[in-house]
Structures are given as C-alpha cells and as structure tokens.
C-alpha cells in the first residue's frame, strides 16, 4: 500500500510538473465543451429581421411579437416600401425580412386567407433554410391559437419543415459526445503514453526489477488517470449544466457509475496500447486513429448511424462510445432509467471486462 | 557458501533463436565480476533473467542465496539494479526521487529520511537536493543514481554499462564509489564496453554468440591468450563471433 500511495505521487508529479499534459488534461474538457457547445452549434440564434406590415392590426402585432420574444429572432428595423427591402438586405443587417399582405387581419377574417412572405439572406443557404423553418413553426404556433377549431385558415407558402429536435438545442447532443471524447482521449491516450514514457525512458526495467508487484504497478499507473478523468467528467457536467443549460433529467448515480464503468473500459484500453508498442508517438497515433476517430464518426454524436450503410452500422456495434453515448443521451436528456438502458450498460460493461482481460494478460506476457 | 550467483546452464530462447545458450558461472560473494561480450551476444539477456524481469527457458541459477525459479520476488528485494539507460526520473528533484525509490523498495519513512541525507552529504548535493534531476550534469547523475540503486543495502548490485557516455575523470570517480560498495561487501555484476574497466574488475565472463568464450582474472586471461591488454584479448574472442553487428 505504501508502495503504492508512493507511486501514485511520484505519477501526479509527472503530471503536474508537465505544462502540456496539464494544459490537455484540465484546458481539453472546458476547450471542448465551449467550441462545441457555442461555436460549433448548428442552432442560429439572434437573427435580425426586417419586418413589412402596411396595416397594424391585431394579428399581425402578436406575430412580430412573437418573433421578437423567441431567442432565434430580433426585429432590427420596420419598412413601409417594399423598394427598401433590397437595401436593407444589402446593407447585411438582416438576415430575413417578413412581409404581410395588405389588410393582413380583416382579409383573415372575411376570406379566411391571409398570405406572409418570408424573405431569406440565401447566400449562405443552411442558415436561410434554418431561419425560415424556425419562423415558420413560430407562426404555425399563433395560427394555431387563432384558430383551435378550424382548418388552416390561411396559408404560408413554405415548402420546408423543421426535421428534428423542434427546439433545435445543439448542446443536447453535443455534451454527452463530448463526455465520451474527452474521457477517451484522457484515459487512453495519457495512460499509454504515461506508461509507453516509462519504457521508453527504460525506468520500466528497474521498476520490474524491484519488489513491487506488476499489479500494483499498473494500478497505481493508472489510478491517477481515473481519478482525472473523474474530475474531468465533473467539470464537463458541471459546464453542460449551468452554462449550457442541459438538463440532467434522470438519476446522477447512474450516469455516475456509468461513466466509471466508461472510464474503466478506456482505461484499460490505454494499457492494451501500451502493451503493444514500445513508442509513444505509435502509441499517440493508436490511440487517436484508432479511438478517436471511431468515436467522432461513429458513435452517432457527429452523423447520424442509421443514415450510415449497412456495414458501418455494424461496425458501430464495437465502439464503446457509441453505448456510453446512447445511455448518457438517456439518462442526462430522455430522463430513463436503469430499465431503458439495462442493455446497452450490459453490453459496456462487458466490453470494459473484455478490455481489462486482455491487457492484463498481454501485460503478463511481456514481463515473462 | 561463498557464493553470490551461481548459474547452471541457464538458457533463453526466443522462438528458434537461442539469445543465452547453456551459460553456467558462479561470481563469489563481494567480488567485482565483469560481464562482457559485445552487441547481441546475449549479456544483456542473461542478466535480465538474473534480476528477474525474464524467465528462463531452462537452466536454474541462485542469486543472493534463493532460487530463481522459484522465489523471483526475494531475489528482488535483495540486489540493486542500475542501467546506463534510465538513471533517473529528470523532472522529479534530487529528493523525490531518493524517496521514490526508497519508497518502493519498502523502506520505512525514518529510514528513506536517514538514507537520504547520508546519501547528500557523501555525493555532496546539498545545494542541489530540491532541484530537479535535469539540471543536474551526467556524471552526478550517474553516481547518484548509483547511490539510489543501493539504498536498500542489497547483497548484489547489477550495473548494466553504468558508465556509459561520461568522461574519464567522472568513470573513474565512478568506479571509486564501486570499489568502496565491494570492500563493504557488496557483490557487483557490472557489465560494460570500456575494455580498460575490465581492468578494475576481479574476474572477468566474456560472452560470445550466447556461450560464455571465457572466464578468468584479467591477468590470467592475458597470459592465455598472449596478449598485453583485455582489448586484444576481447578482440580474439569476439573475432570469430557470428552474431556480432561488425
């Protein structure tokens, strides 16, 4: 035990006496958590908008209310010409325009047929169809409470509609992809080349030529790095939570134990890599094509597996990180329990067993 | 039994290739026994089963008094072991690291605190002792490393080319530090490539192709193969090896 608390420090000395492992280890999870969370959303937020109204009538006074209270949306200016809308989107300070007909209300009331143009910015086309699709559920919305009873009573001609997520809230999806990154890329990839440095270095010679144990070795190699990426994974919650918002619907115990069931499985992942080479640039490649790369791709956090070809899907099946983001997804955003998600922790933790397995046997032989 | 390391017929083999080919020697207990052959000869092979970090195909040998096949892990907490390699870890200070080892070597926290300073004040590092390992020069580093290798008071100390990349000044400064471990009592098992330190050492193992070419002082090797200095003798021994890298 005091070998072990003794090896524990000298690890955490390597650790922190290292400013770019440290600047991985603690700068990663919050780097990555703001750029996917803020920057990489696919959510447009704020957009100005021009807005033509030639009658002020009720109807038309709570649509552009409606607009301007969402978060998407912000009524930059109002037009009376519609000869002004070319100047208005060439000035680039608008990225849609709304355009109501004539004698919007009355022309609703009497023959049940009121138009409105929207107007989009198409020089970036995804932002335009993005734009339009929220504008158009906004005023489906006030249509609806106009008219409970009725058939659509008048028309907009959009021929797009919203696909998925009605709220459109990037970070829902991103935070628990990035939970499996970042612990992946902790894990595995500092505790191989935490371990590959000390071959490398030649210390592992000396270190098994002493009266400490190999278990107690490798265990007190790795346990520095679980004990980091918990923290780690605290900060990730801790972010997603209060900075962006995302719920923890279902129990934190549970997501709690299986992320340490995750952390384990990489873990030993790491110790598998370092098993196999005795470099830390080739154990730095392994652990980033052959971890990193299958988790952006396919774990479904990035694309879509079931838009993906048939073989792809199956091969999704051996990525630990496709489960442990499906049962984060679950837990943190749909609020299920152990029952929905028995399956898929079933199969991580069998994984995380497998991996432990074959690294501590591998270990063995390479001491012999 | 006056015996450190006593080897019969100790062999590894790696698939076809047989790295130590039926070696059998004994070093006697405080000897300074030099183990030399050259690159692939398999030394470095034999002593790694010596210490215990390789298994042996087949052969026994008893290393500080237990059998290697059976009690590896006693063997262990009885010899020291340094390499040119690795001498220590460069971003831990001159301290930690005495306590690493110490540490892991299971010595008490009262016993690593007496060790250490003893081991300052003999090396005379007091200046540097909360300095990192990095700025330390080689040579320091080097006896230092020595020093840590032995704070457990092991009966045998395996060096593997400890004086590999220093000056003369600083080897032979070194080998004092040797000289002083042996006349304490303490085995050495030192092996190197520097032909004038086989000079220093009592008896001398030249191993060549696997196989142990010959074992004798350095005086009586000179005299056998007629020749002035343990170079040459080396030389014609090693000549005729298959594995060698020339």
Redesign the interface.
């Known amino acids: 035990m ?2 072990f ?3 524990v420090r ?1 690890e955490f ?2 650790i922190f ?2 400013p770019k492992t440290l600047i991985i280890i603690i700068g990663l999870p919050i780097i990555q958590i703001l750029t996917f969370g803020f920057a990489l959303t696919n959510e447009v937020k704020n957009s100005k908008i021009a807005v033509l109204n030639p009658t002020i009538d009720e109807t038309t006074t709570k649509i552009i209310d409606r607009l301007n209270a969402s978060r998407f949306f912000e009524v930059q200016e109002s037009i009376k010409n519609p000869k002004e809308l070319d100047a208005a989107f060439k000035s680039g300070k608008i990225r849609m325009a709304v355009v109501f007909q004539n004698n919007f209300q009355e022309s609703l009331q009497h023959s049940k047929k009121a138009d409105i143009q929207l107007v989009a910015d198409a020089s970036d086309p995804n932002i335009a169809t993005i734009v339009m699709n929220y504008a158009s559920s906004i005023i489906s919305d006030v249509q609806n409470e106009l008219n409970p009873n009725f058939s659509i009573p008048y028309q907009i001609n959009i021929a797009t509609r919203l696909f998925y997520n009605p709220q459109q809230i990037g970070a829902y999806s991103f935070v628990p992809g990035i939970m499996a990154m970042v612990l992946l890329l902790i894990s595995t990839m500092m505790t191989s080349l935490a371990i590959v440095r000390e071959k490398e ?3 592992m ?8 144990k190999p278990l107690v070795l490798i265990l007190s190699k790795v346990i520095p790095y679980m004990l980091i990426s918990l923290f780690n994974w605290l900060i990730i919650v801790i972010l997603s939570v209060w900075l962006m918002d995302v719920p923890i619907k279902g129990s934190f115990a549970l997501l709690f134990f299986v992320s340490l069931v995750f952390i384990i499985a990489a873990l030993a992942l790491g110790l598998f890599i370092s098993s196999i080479t005795d470099s830390q640039q080739v154990a730095m490649m392994i652990s980033l094509m052959g971890m990193l790369l299958p988790t952006l791709i396919l774990s479904g956090f990035m694309f879509p597996i079931e838009n993906m070809p048939i073989p792809l899907q199956v091969m999704s099946n051996i990525v630990p990180s496709k489960w442990y983001y499906t049962i984060v997804k679950d837990i943190m955003i749909k609020g299920l329990g152990i029952k929905a998600i028995w399956k898929e922790t079933f199969v991580l933790i069998g994984m995380t067993l497998f991996f432990i397995t074959i690294s501590l046997k591998k270990f063995k032989l390479r ?2 | 039994m006056n015996w450190a390391i006593e080897v019969k017929d100790l062999t590894k083999k790696f698939g076809d290739f047989v790295a130590v080919d039926h070696i059998t020697f004994s070093v006697k207990k405080g000897e300074i026994f030099g183990f030399l052959g050259a690159n692939g000869a398999g030394k470095t092979t034999a002593m790694k089963m010596l210490i215990g970090i390789s298994i042996p195909t087949s052969g026994t040998a008893t290393v500080a008094g237990f059998d290697l096949n059976r009690y590896p892990d006693k063997i262990k907490q009885n010899i020291g072991y340094m390499s040119q390699k690795f001498s220590l870890y460069e971003d831990l200070t001159v301290v930690e690291n005495i306590k690493f080892y110490g540490g892991i070597y299971g010595l008490s926290r009262k016993e690593i605190a007496e060790k250490s300073n003893k081991l300052i004040e003999k090396l005379q590092l007091q200046d540097v002792s909360k300095s990192l390992v990095n700025s330390l020069p080689l040579g320091w580093k080097q006896k230092l490393s020595f020093s840590i290798a032995m704070i457990h008071e092991p009966s045998i100390i395996f060096l593997d080319e400890p004086t590999g990349g220093v000056d003369p000044i600083t080897r032979r400064q070194f080998w004092e530090l040797i000289y002083e471990a042996s006349e304490q009592g303490t085995t050495v098992f030192v092996t190197t490539h520097y032909m004038d330190e086989a000079e220093y050492c009592e008896r001398v193992s030249i191993m060549v192709d696997g196989k142990i070419a010959a074992l004798d002082t350095p005086e009586q090797l000179k005299l056998k193969f007629n020749s002035n200095t343990m170079d040459d003798v080396f030389y014609q021994l090693a000549r005729g090896a298959k594995r060698s890298d020339n």
């Open positions: 005091k070998q608390i003794i090896f000298k000395f390597h006496r290292d270095l030649g210390s010679e000396l270190l098994l030529a002493s009266p400490m001491i012999s």
